[in-house]
């Protein structure tokens, strides 16, 4: 089995190891080794720097801004970039740069690149992401909120939920059902909108590390114009599934040299405490390593589904098992080389990272707690185990379905639908 990456890939491997050691600060460690108070400064001068040197859209086009490379050359930097722990953008561009503007360049109109992808790029709209609804999140297909043409606008009710780095943005891009009689998975649409107007409303959703990362974002007679449509009125579940190709195509490999470098400083912790020779945990960190290295080579195999110009399909289950049963697992046997230390950590946070601690807080007690707190999460968003272990079963064993309960028409979806009051 060949893993190599191409010549090319490996050569512009070699130019990013080069910029990240000429630009990164020295004895750079990570954003954690920052002090809190100076992170968004330097966050905001690096996303400068990344534009100037034509790293923050690799693989766009160079007409609309990019370095007009491949999505190798986008992971390749992906890579490096986690390997030295080095931000690639705000919280808020995983969704406009990677997510939208990707989505944009193949599905958007021309008008719409022109007007969107610079204002992406240079950072004057920062944007997220509206599709999970509170019922309506592994089962996307299922959403409830609705738009309604007005004239030549969309007028928009309902809500979402689990919305990352809402606080922080001005548009959203938004799934709504916009025909309610037709099938679940037809009659959506996906949707470009403000959200600095009346009719929209952000509130966050606090984790049990303390974090709010997440936010509800409720829409009240919301509106946007008629033409910001991306794919087609009606047609907007196949461009969010290309959207989400877009997400997971990049994310294929980093995850696992993520979780690898968590890994070793595991091991580390054990090696510390003297609990390298105790045969449990020596058993538990071979298991580890196993799952390490299971999700890196799943993940090469999504790279290469990628290249060939393969959507995501349902065995994208099995990995999403895998790696978020993989979070739980290797931050329990932290806390438990920890022993009683967990119980009153010290040290530096994480820095509200969801998976595992920002790059320069992994030494510290509190980040491996505040870790493992997030990590509970895990099994539950971005499709919950039950729902994975369905898709594997039905789709790709062949076993019977579940019954379904949501096989008729969306007929009342058209009326007016508010923010509940109180907090």
Not at 46 to 75: C, D, F, H, I, T
Not at 292 to 305: D, K, M, N, P, S
Request: glycine share 12%; proline share 6%; with cysteine.
């Amino acid at each position: 089995m060949d893993v190599d990456y191409p010549p090319q890939a490996q050569e512009f491997r070699v130019k990013v190891k080069a910029f990240l050691g000429r630009e990164l600060p020295p004895g750079w460690s990570g954003m954690g080794g920052l002090p809190e108070s100076e992170r968004e400064h330097f966050r905001a001068q690096w996303r400068k720097k990344l534009g100037e040197n034509s790293m923050l859209a690799v693989s766009w086009p160079k007409q609309y801004g990019g370095a007009g490379l491949s999505l190798v050359e986008q992971v390749v930097l992906a890579e490096e970039f986690a390997l030295a722990g080095a931000p690639m953008g705000s919280e808020n561009d995983t969704f406009g740069i990677g997510m939208l503007g990707n989505t944009l360049i193949h599905l958007g109109t021309e008008e719409q690149k022109q007007h969107y992808l610079p204002k992406i790029l240079s950072g004057e709209q920062r944007w997220c992401q509206g599709y999970s609804e509170p019922d309506a999140g592994s089962d996307l297909a299922g959403i409830r909120t609705s738009a309604v043409l007005d004239g030549d606008e969309w007028v928009i009710n309902g809500q979402k939920t689990w919305t990352s780095a809402g606080h922080l943005a001005d548009h959203i891009f938004v799934l709504a059902r916009t025909d309610p009689d037709a099938p679940k998975h037809r009659g959506i649409s996906f949707l470009l909108v403000p959200m600095d107007q009346p009719g929209v409303e952000v509130r966050p959703i606090r984790n049990m590390a303390g974090y709010a990362l997440f936010n509800e974002v409720f829409f009240t007679d919301a509106r946007t114009a008629s033409h910001e449509v991306v794919g087609g009125v009606n047609d907007g579940w196949r461009t969010a599934m290309a959207l989400l190709g877009y997400e997971r195509g990049v994310t294929a490999t980093t995850d696992a040299m993520r979780f690898r470098a968590d890994l070793d400083r595991l091991v580390a912790l054990a090696r510390e405490r003297g609990l390298t020779s105790d045969t449990r945990i020596r058993d538990r960190l071979a298991w580890c390593h196993s799952r390490v290295e299971i999700i890196r080579f799943r993940g090469l195999q999504a790279l290469t589904r990628s290249l060939a110009g393969k959507q995501p399909g349902p065995e994208a289950a099995i990995s999403k098992i895998i790696w978020s049963e993989y979070a739980q697992a290797y931050t329990e046997l932290a806390m438990e080389i920890l022993g009683p230390e967990a119980l009153a950590p010290t040290g530096q946070a994480t820095g509200g990272m969801l998976q595992m601690p920002e790059a320069g807080t992994e030494n510290s007690p509190l980040s491996w707690v505040e870790t493992f707190l997030a990590a509970r999460a895990g099994t539950i968003y971005a499709g919950s185990s039950q729902v994975q272990r369905n898709i594997i079963g039905e789709v790709l064993l062949g076993l019977p379905k579940e019954p379904r309960l949501d096989t008729g028409p969306f007929r009342d979806l058209g009326k007016k639908r508010t923010a509940p009051v109180g907090g």
